[in-house]
C-alpha cells in the first residue's frame, strides 16, 4: 500500500501520525514552502460545538495519541449581539494559534510525525492517484471534493482579520453577533497571550450581502473593539479570505481516494468551526487504512453535526438584530450556564432538532 496525502495541515499531518503509529509509512505533499507557511490567526476549540467530548484536548491525547498545547483555556466568554450582551463564565474550550508561528497547532502536529514532506509540491490529485495506491485529500478546502462532483456546496465566507496589540484577559473569548457590523455573519476577540490578540470579521457571501463592503465593515467592527476595550490596538499583521468554501462531501471515500477535513466538510457553517473534526477526520481516515475501522461509519457523526449546524446556519440568516437581541438576552444566566456548561446536554443537537421544521417551511433544508 503507497499512499499520498495532500496537504500539510490539521487534517493530514493527524492521518499521518496515527499511520505511523500502526507501521505504514505514508508521503505528504504541500503546496507551501514549510507547515504552517501562511498567515497567523487565533482560533478556539468550544465544548459546546464538539459535545459528546467535553475536552478537545484530552481527548486527541486520551483516545488518539494526538498531542496538542493550546494557548490558553477559555474560562470565559463575552457576547455581544447589537444591544445586549451575555457573559458565560466556566470551563468553555481553549484557544489555539494558527498559521507560520513555533506554536502553532499545525506545527506542533509536524514535529510529531517523522513522515516525508514534499514541500513547494504542485502535484495534481490526478498524479497522486497514478503515482499511489490510495490518497488522502486534506487540502483545506472542497475545491477537490467539488471538481470530482462529491460535494454539496452551501455557504462560502469571507473573512477578514488582524493580530492587535493591547491588554487582554488572555482567559476571556469576545465575539459579536450583530448584523449591523457583520451581517448574518459574527465577529471575535481571540487573545494570544496578554500582549496580543487576533480580531476577525466574518462574513457569509450571500445574495442579500452582495453590496456588502469587507473593507468598510472591518473598519466599523475596529472601531467598536478599541472603543470598548477603550484601547488603540495597533495592527501588526493582517489577513483577508474571500469565498472559503463550507459543504459537505457527499462520500467520504471514492475508492481509495479519502476526503478529510475542510475537503469532507469538517467546517461548521454555523460559526465556522471545524479544527477538532479535521483532526479527527485524519485520524479516522488513517485507521480504516490500518483496518482498524470504516471511515463511512466512523464520519457519520461528524456529518450529523454539520448538518445540525447548517440548520442554525440557515436560522442565522432568518433573524434580525431585534431577534439576536433576545437570543443573547435569553443566553445571560441561567439558560447561558446550562447550554455552554452541562455536559450531557449537545446544544447544537436539541436546537438544530427544534429548529429544523422552521427552516424546512423558510426554505428547505437538504436533511
Ligand atoms: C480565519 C479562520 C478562522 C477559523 N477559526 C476557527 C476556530 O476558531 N475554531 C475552529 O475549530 N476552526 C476554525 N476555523 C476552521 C479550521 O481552521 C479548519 O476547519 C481546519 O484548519 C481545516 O483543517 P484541514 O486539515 O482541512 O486544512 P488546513 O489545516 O488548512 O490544511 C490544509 C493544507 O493543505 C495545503 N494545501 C492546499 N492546497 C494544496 C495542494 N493543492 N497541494 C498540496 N497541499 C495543499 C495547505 O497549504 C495546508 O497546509 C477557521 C478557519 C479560518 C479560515
Redesign the pocket.
Known sequence: MEIAI????????ACAITLEKNGISPTI????SK????FV??????DI?TRPVQDCIASLSDEYGIYLKPTSSIQKMELYSKNEEAVIEGHLGFTNI?GREEDSF?SQLGQQTKTQIHFN????YEDLLSEYTHVVL????G?YAKETKNFRKDLSVS?K?ATVEGSFDRYTVMAWIDYYISPYGYC?L?PYSEKEACI?I?IPDLPENKDVNIGQLWEVFYHKVRSQLKQELPITDQ?Q?TN?LMGICHSPRIGNTFY????FG???PFM????????VS?VYAAYDLCGLGDYHTLMEPLRQSYEDALVLRRTMEHLSNEGLDRMIRSLQGYWGETLFLTKTINPIRVASYLLRPYIKMKKGVTS
Do not use: C, H, P
Request: proline fraction near 0%.
Open positions: 495532500m496537504g500539510a495541515g490539521l487534517s493530514g499531518l505533499f504541500e503546496k507551501r507547515v504552517g507557511d501562511r490567526n487565533g482560533e478556539v476549540l468550544l460545538f494558527r499545525e509540491s504542485n502535484k495534481t486534506a487540502t483545506g478546502d475545491a473573512i482579520g471575535f481571540i476577525s466574518a489577513f479570505i472559503y478529510v477535513g475542510n475537503n469538517t467546517m461548521m465556522g468551526f471545524g479544527q477538532y473534526a479535521s483532526i485524519g
